[in-house]
């Protein structure tokens, strides 16, 4: 069945480091793909979409392209500040069944 | 648009209590789900609502767990009874169209924090 899978964490970055959290999938048909983020106490948000291959996502600083040959999603930002400390979210729009399909969630740490 | 709304934010009650968590989706969405989240599982999707019909509740942990979509501008989640494993945070999201081309976007709610003691 289709899946994603993220890598683990938590990452620990310094403040205006560069951020990488892979991301990879398992789907039939042509899912669209998104990056969700939580932030402490709060419920899941919207940070990029892509619905198609080639795409590529972006939304404060952070994108993301849709790597068909690779079936990858990764997750970049130039430079993270302490305010973009939260739970990370990787998930695909299943095809077969109309669900979103979550990763397991990344922890991002920034320190100052 | 006010997003998601979900009540009540905290509830803390007692095993065996029933329990009943309240969600209204975003004006005009087709789509309504209720997940679940904790350390242990993470995520879990238990239960999908496509026009107030129930979709998929293969997520339901089990008999205790059940949900209603009345309409189109409110939905429920009840446990009774109540146990202290259920404690986790319960979110409730809703999309548009979803399936029809779409891009299966959700928007969330803020969660209720449900502890069990």
């Known amino acids: 069945g289709d899946s994603v899978t993220q890598m683990e964490g938590p990452v620990t970055l310094s403040e205006e480091a560069f951020l990488t959290i892979n991301c990879t999938y398992t789907?039939?048909?042509?899912?669209?793909l998104f990056w969700y983020v939580q932030y402490p106490g709060e419920g899941l948000q919207l940070l990029l979409k892509?619905?198609?291959?080639?795409d590529k996502g972006s939304n404060k600083g952070f994108e993301a392209t849709y790597r068909k040959e690779t079936t990858s999603f990764h997750l970049e930002k130039g430079s993270v500040q302490v305010s973009d400390s939260a739970v990370y979210f990787c998930?695909?729009?299943?095809?077969?069944?109309?669900?979103?399909?979550f990763g397991q969630g990344t922890t991002l740490q920034v320190k100052p | 648009d006010a997003g998601v709304i979900q009540s009540p934010r905290h509830e803390v009650t007692e095993m065996g209590q029933e329990v009943t968590l309240r969600c209204k989706p975003i004006?005009?969405?087709?789509?309504l789900f209720w997940y679940r989240q904790t350390m242990m599982r993470g995520l879990e999707l238990l239960i999908y609502?496509?026009?107030?019909?129930?979709?998929?509740d293969s997520g339901m942990p089990e008999d205790r767990f059940s949900a209603k979509m009345p309409n189109a501008s409110f939905s429920t989640l009840k446990i009774q009874p109540s146990e202290p494993r259920d404690s986790a945070v319960y979110f409730c999201?809703?999309?548009f169209g979803q399936g029809k081309g779409g891009s299966y976007e959700q928007y969330f709610g803020p969660g209720t924090r449900l502890t069990v003691t």
């Open positions: 609502f496509n026009n107030n019909v129930p979709i998929d």
């Open positions: 004006s005009g969405h087709d789509y």
């Open positions: 999201a809703s999309s």
């Open positions: 998930a695909l729009g299943s095809s077969n069944t109309g669900k979103l399909i």
């Open positions: 892509a619905t198609k291959a080639d």
């Open positions: 789907a039939t048909g042509y899912p669209s």
